[in-house]
């Protein structure tokens, strides 16, 4: 059956019937069969949009963000990040690195912004918006920021949404399905996974739930080390 949208002269297309049935696997197994979401070879965003008969309307390249605006400081700034939610411990940098980071940052003349939640460890020498600000106002931090940093998640996609700039790594995700073919987000691990250490375990199995690596280690062995 044909599926239309509240104007009844404005045919909404069904989801691909060929990229189902090819795919189906995939649409059966959810979540489990995410870690090997890279084979459908379309970014998350194009995806999603194909299982909602919203192909033919919009692609990962229209994502946009309306930001409301938040006092800054006066000087350039990094927004930096190093948390991925309940889930994403196996997503983040050391602590000493992230502070590292945020050291060097200062000595070259920024200033560093951390939003966020407020049980995130608190970055050195970030100005600490951690819990202080609204989803519009982190979108506005986000969109002026000279650059953001932090890992692959919610903060990373934003900033593609309200047009910034971003630094990223990526450990147990596809990069396929979520990073973003633009000169201004960068990530500083390997973009495919043949040359990964270790592949993408994401939603691979239990552990997705519990947070574990299904080696028993502490440390994703895709982050980087230096």
């Given at each position: ?8 002269n ?21 979540p ?90 608190l ?39 309200v ?8 450990s ?22 043949r ?5 993408p ?26």
């Amino acid at each position: 059956s044909n599926v239309y949208s509240k104007n009844k002269n404005a045919r909404v297309p069904q989801v691909s019937a060929d990229f189902v049935r090819k795919n189906f696997t995939f649409y059966d197994r959810w979540p489990w069969a995410n870690n090997v979401i890279h084979q459908l070879g379309k970014h998350i965003v194009d995806i999603r949009l194909l299982s909602t008969c919203l192909q033919d309307y919009a692609s990962v390249a229209d994502m946009t963000l309306i930001t409301e605006k938040i006092q800054l400081p006066s000087t350039k700034y990094v927004s930096i990040h190093n948390s991925a939610g309940g889930v994403g411990s196996l997503k983040l940098l050391p602590q000493e690195t992230i502070d590292a980071i945020s050291d060097y940052l200062w000595v070259k003349g920024y200033s560093v912004i951390q939003t966020g939640s407020p049980s995130e460890p608190l970055i050195k020498n970030a100005i600490d918006l951690r819990g202080r600000t609204s989803f519009w106002q982190t979108g506005y931090i986000l969109q002026n920021a000279a650059m953001h940093i932090g890992p692959e998640g919610s903060l990373y996609h934003m900033a593609k949404a309200v047009g910034g700039r971003a630094l990223t790594w990526i450990s147990v995700t596809s990069p396929e399905a979520f990073l973003y073919n633009d000169p201004n987000f960068h990530c500083v691990t390997p973009k495919h996974t043949r040359e990964y250490k270790c592949d993408p375990c994401w939603w691979k199995g239990e552990s997705y739930f519990h947070n574990k690596c299904m080696l028993g280690l502490e440390t994703c062995m895709n982050l980087p080390t230096a």
